[in-house]
């Protein structure tokens, strides 16, 4: 099996910053695309930011220029830049992982069990 865990969240005020780590184990061959997803109160789960192998990136329009994804690879981690910190980033965000494993070498994606993002003074 595979697990994904997350740290780093935690309370921050307006205008601070974070970094989040999603670290991936288990039985992977290797992992194809990364992500951070996040969740408020009663909202739907939303991309936040992803990561090819690669290194390609892309981002939600309310983050970008201001959150930052990056991975090694070696390592199976996947981390998340945060700065200039917003109120309306509160949520619970999730690591993603499309990893690729078994003797299939088949694709499945799991995820992370989630960190609560709180901004607030």
């Known amino acids: 099996q595979v697990q994904l865990v997350e740290s780093g969240g935690g309370l921050v005020q307006p205008g601070g910053s974070l970094r989040l780590s999603c670290a991936a184990s288990g039985s992977i061959i290797s992992i194809t695309r990364m992500a951070w997803y996040r969740q408020a109160p009663g909202e739907q789960r939303d991309l936040v930011a992803a990561?090819?192998?690669?290194?390609?990136?892309n981002y939600a329009s309310s983050v970008k220029g201001r959150f930052t994804i990056s991975r090694d690879n070696t390592e199976n981690t996947v981390y998340l830049q945060m700065n200039s910190l917003k109120p309306e980033d509160t949520a619970v965000y999730y690591c993603?992982?499309?990893?690729?494993?078994?003797?299939?070498?088949?694709?499945?994606?799991?995820w992370g069990p989630g960190t609560q993002v709180t901004v607030s003074s």
């Open positions: 993603y992982a499309d990893v690729i494993r078994g003797s299939s070498r088949r694709q499945y994606g799991y």
């Open positions: 990561i090819s192998s690669a290194g390609n990136t």
